[in-house]
């Protein structure tokens, strides 16, 4: 469907995030990782179905490659995810999985030491929700701690993409 002057939905969406994802390019090397985030976005649908999650964690480590940590740098790389990966669709949430590993890869690439986590938790009518999120230093990165709290961990992937005792 097109509006009037506007073009498609799909295309207003589009150039909107085209607009705030360049607000948020500060240096050249901000645009590559959104370019490459993007380019993740669009793969880990399709690895997600042919990979098991240890092994995808496993791909999405950088961290032999890591530069001194930063806290611009990190701060930069949750900030350009953030964005990546958000959704405008009130029904069509962004995927916290696809989100959670962009965000554990670059953030092992900026020099933190993330930790990937994979919950539970009873919804409405009782149907299960899953939810994924990276902690660093044990607290979480673009996420609020309290409702976080309501999800029983099933999975905690460290550093390295070895999964890890479940706290």
């Known amino acids: 469907m097109s509006g009037p002057a506007g073009g498609s939905t799909a295309m207003r969406t589009a150039r909107r995030r085209a607009r705030l994802?360049?607000?948020?390019?500060v240096r050249p090397g901000?645009?590559?990782?959104?370019?490459?985030m993007v380019g993740w976005r669009l793969?880990?649908?399709?690895?997600k179905r042919r990979m098991t999650l240890p092994r995808l964690v496993s791909l999405m480590w950088q961290g032999e490659q890591a530069r001194a940590p930063s806290p611009e740098r990190q701060a930069r790389v949750a900030e350009l995810t953030t964005?990546?990966?958000?959704?405008?669709?009130?029904d069509r949430p962004g995927n916290c999985l696809d989100r959670s590993l962009v965000l554990y890869r670059y953030l092992s690439a900026a020099g933190a030491d993330p930790k990937l986590m994979v919950g539970m938790r009873r919804g409405e009518q009782d149907a299960l929700r899953?939810?994924?999120?990276?902690?660093?230093?044990?607290?979480?990165?673009?996420e609020s701690t309290e409702p976080l709290e309501e999800f029983a961990r099933l999975a905690s992937f460290r550093g390295d993409g070895v999964a890890a005792p479940v706290r």
Do not use: K, M, N, Q
Request: charged fraction near 20%.
């Open 43 to 47: 793969a880990l649908p399709v690895l």
């Open 21 to 25: 994802l360049a607000g948020l390019i």
């Open 30 to 36: 901000d645009g590559w990782l959104a370019v490459r």
């Open 130 to 142: 899953g939810h994924a999120w990276v902690t660093v230093d044990g607290e979480p990165v673009e």
């Open 83 to 90: 964005s990546v990966f958000r959704s405008d669709h009130r």
